[in-house]
């Protein structure tokens, strides 16, 4: 059984501030997928990461995915509050159809 | 292009009573997923229908069930409900296997 660890749970900080999220697993995983969830509405996809090693950027949001496929982080640089929101990555494995396993989230409140 | 459509979007229901759930995948799409979202356990997978099958299934009990309709669209059941059945219940609907997962609103269930 593949596992998730996301941290951290809870983020509440200023506008301006930069921030990491990071998501720990002991499996590897096939790809590493980040996705933002908004109250009343469900994931939305960010990105998607396949190769160890990946960086992906998107605007100010950096993603990196760990050289063994095991581990992944999210970098948000100058919080808005728009990036007010609960994030969560996903992990996919070989062989299991669209199946993902869900970190626990991370709850971000970004504060004028 | 519609989204993924889910209905109802709540349900009350009491301990002991059956319901089933609804998702219209976007359109052209062939696999349908559903996950159970709880404060405390997170984003779970519940099981993936393609072309009308079951093509994987998560750790839960076998009150939950579904299936895929030739048109693609998917219902879930769960019976004899528990109080802790209580969650969001999303489904995802994506053409290719590993290709991105579209999420619908979900359907908020409550039991009491």
């Not at chain 2, 995948?25 to 099958?53: A, M």
Request: net charge positive; proline share 5%.
């Amino acid at each position: 059984t593949q596992l998730l660890e996301q941290s951290p749970q809870f983020l509440s900080i200023q506008e301006g501030e930069n921030l990491t999220v990071y998501c720990n697993s002991s499996s590897v995983f096939s790809s590493l997928q980040w996705y933002r969830q908004e109250p009343g509405e469900g994931p939305v996809l960010l990105v998607t990461v396949v190769t160890g090693g990946e960086v992906k950027k998107l605007k100010r949001l950096t993603f990196q995915f760990g050289d063994a496929r095991k581990d992944s982080s999210l970098h948000i640089t100058a919080a808005q509050p728009g990036d007010t929101g609960l994030y969560l990555c996903a992990g996919a494995v070989y062989n299991a159809g669209n199946m993902l396993t869900f970190g626990g989230g991370t709850r971000l409140m970004v504060k004028p | 292009k519609a989204g993924v459509t889910q209905t109802p979007r709540y349900l009350i229901k009491t301990r002991g009573q059956q319901v089933t759930l609804s998702c219209s995948p976007i359109s052209g799409h062939r696999s349908v997923s559903w996950y159970q979202q709880t404060p405390g356990q997170g984003l779970q997978f519940l099981f993936e229908y393609f072309s009308e099958t079951q093509r994987n299934k998560g750790n839960f009990p076998g009150r939950f069930s579904g299936r895929q309709f030739s048109n693609s669209r998917s219902e879930m059941n769960v019976s004899t409900l528990e109080l802790g059945d209580s969650a969001l219940y999303l489904c995802a609907s994506s053409f290719p296997v590993g290709d991105e997962q579209f999420f619908g609103p979900g359907t908020r269930l409550t039991v009491l």
